[in-house]
């Protein structure tokens, strides 16, 4: 059972317009919800991050919106560059010792 | 931001070997570190989960005499590949944590081609 729903499985963005991935969850015992970004052959790293006590966060071109009530969390680059191509995880962790990903999107740029 | 090391990169290795790759975390105490393994263009699975000093606790279907997993430091841990095999081949990344902190790191990831 995918504890983490993610969508859409592949995105193709203009350069500058606003990429959005969505992910729903529904075990309210997650408290803490990261955002990974993973480059062909690489391993992910942390981009943003979330609590559910606040509802949106943002760091740079990156912000998180977050709906308690809905289960849902979003990622959004605004501006996005060709060098933002890359696969987006989300990710969702009830106390930190396991960690929950979604499938992963596959976020193209073009120029 | 903390610093975790993986190597190799990429190892080749003929069927019925073993394979060594070491997670190294270079600027914190790693207390619990994990194993995933990834296919393309899929998510991360969790292979185990290790606490240093203790037994690694692997997750339903993977086998613990195949991946071996050490965690002997706080800054190290291992997974041996033993008698590798075709269908073994695969990207394997390690991500370490530290104490309570919930943020938590990946190395670079291994690509394991069995021949």
């Known amino acids: 059972q995918q504890q983490v729903k993610q969508s859409p499985q592949s995105l193709i963005v203009q350069k500058g317009g606003i990429s959005i991935i969505n992910c729903a969850y529904e075990n309210t015992a997650f408290d803490y919800f990261p955002w990974y970004q993973q480059f062909p052959g690489k391993g992910p790293a942390l981009l943003i991050a979330?609590?559910?006590?606040?509802s949106e966060k943002k760091e740079g071109r990156f912000t998180i919106s977050f709906n308690k009530s809905a289960k849902q969390f979003s990622l959004h680059i605004m501006d996005s560059q060709p060098g933002d191509s890359a696969t987006y995880f989300c990710a969702a962790t009830p106390t930190g010792n396991q960690f929950y990903f979604g499938t992963g999107t596959s976020l193209t740029v073009i120029p | 931001g903390a610093v975790v090391s993986q190597h190799p990169s990429r190892v080749i290795c003929k069927s019925g070997t073993s394979v060594k790759i070491e997670c190294r975390s270079l600027?914190?105490?790693?207390?619990?570190m994990f194993w995933y393994r990834q296919f393309p263009k899929q998510s991360l699975m969790l292979m185990a989960t290790s606490n240093e000093g203790s037994k690694a606790t692997y997750e339903q279907g993977v086998e613990k005499d195949k991946f071996l997993i050490n965690h002997a430091s706080l800054t190290l841990s291992t997974l041996t590949v033993t008698s590798a095999h075709p269908e073994d081949s695969s990207f394997y990344i390690c991500?370490?944590?530290?104490?309570?902190?919930?943020?938590?790191?990946f190395g670079s990831g291994t690509q394991l081609s069995v021949l």
């Open positions: 600027d914190f105490q790693a207390t619990t």
């Open positions: 991500s370490a944590r530290f104490g309570g902190n919930e943020k938590l790191f």
């Open positions: 979330i609590r559910p006590d606040v």
